[in-house]
T-cell receptor, first 117, second 114 residues
Framework: QQQVKQSPQSLIVQKGGISIINCAYE??????FPWYQQFPGKGPALLIA?????SEKKEGRFTISFNKSAKQFSLHIMDSQPGDSATYFC????????????????FGSGTRLQVQP | GAGVSQSPSNKVTEKGKDVELRCDPI?????LYWYRQSLGQGLEFLIY????????KSGLPSDRFSAERTGGSVSTLTIQRTQQEDSAVYLC????????????FGPGTRLTVT
């Protein structure tokens, strides 16, 4: 119930194209769904996030689509650029039920995106 | 403003040695997390600090691992008697408060145990 399943594992897109990464979850207690971008040798950087009461969120070229009934969400990168080449992680978080106040963050397995010039 | 910083960026150590990894959270953030990231295991939670509360150590894999947070700011993760399976990237993240949604990660420390 803690898993977040992410696909595809790798993705090659031409410059200017649309990159789409999909994620699915099981635990309905998740209440926050961030996407992280990670470049080699760097830590994950928070890119964009959504809460389940919203079906879509757009920030610049990045859009999250969220389907609560299907328990699925996806990241769309419009007009993909070579500088977008990185590993993308979807994630889901919830307050840890053991009353520690910790927000438990579960990452997907990652998608390695390569944008070709 | 300054993000989360970690040091060292890379650490190579011999099996059986102790190592200390440091994390400087974003100023004013009261919550601090340590994670381990490895190819086969994904992102693994280790320990959580929030203000002056007792830390949540539920993710520490063995008693060789410990962490402290001094003055509610800087944190040190210590691994005693390192083993080859400890090789991974150790990430620190901070958050404005315990229940806050956002977690901001540092660049990580790549630990290699030979």
């Amino acid at each position: 119930q803690q898993q977040v399943k992410q696909s595809p594992q790798s993705l090659i897109v031409q410059k200017g194209g649309i990159s789409i990464i999909n994620c699915a979850y099981e635990n309905t207690a998740f209440d926050y769904f961030p996407w992280y971008q990670q470049f080699p040798g760097k830590g994950p950087a928070l890119l964009i996030a959504i809460r389940p009461d919203v079906s879509e969120k757009k920030e610049g070229r990045f859009t999250i689509s969220f389907n609560k009934s299907a328990k699925q969400f996806s990241l769309h990168i419009m007009d993909s650029q070579p500088g977008d080449s990185a590993t993308y992680f979807c994630a889901a978080s919830r307050i840890e039920p053991r009353d520690t106040g910790r927000r438990a963050l579960t990452f997907g397995s990652g998608t390695r995106l390569q944008v070709q010039p | 403003g300054a993000g989360v910083s970690q040091s060292p960026s890379n650490k190579v150590t011999e099996k059986g040695k102790d190592v200390e990894l440091r994390c400087d959270p974003i100023s004013g953030h009261t919550a601090l997390y340590w994670y381990r990231q490895s190819l086969g295991q994904g992102l693994e939670f280790l320990i959580y600090f929030q203000g002056n509360s007792a830390p949540d150590k539920s993710g520490l894999p063995s008693d060789r691992f410990s962490a402290e947070r001094t003055g509610g700011s800087v944190s040190t993760l210590t691994i005693q008697r390192t083993q080859q399976e400890d090789s991974a990237v150790y990430l620190c993240a901070s958050s404005p408060s315990g229940g806050a949604y956002e977690q901001y990660f540092g660049p990580g420390t790549r630990l290699t145990v030979t």
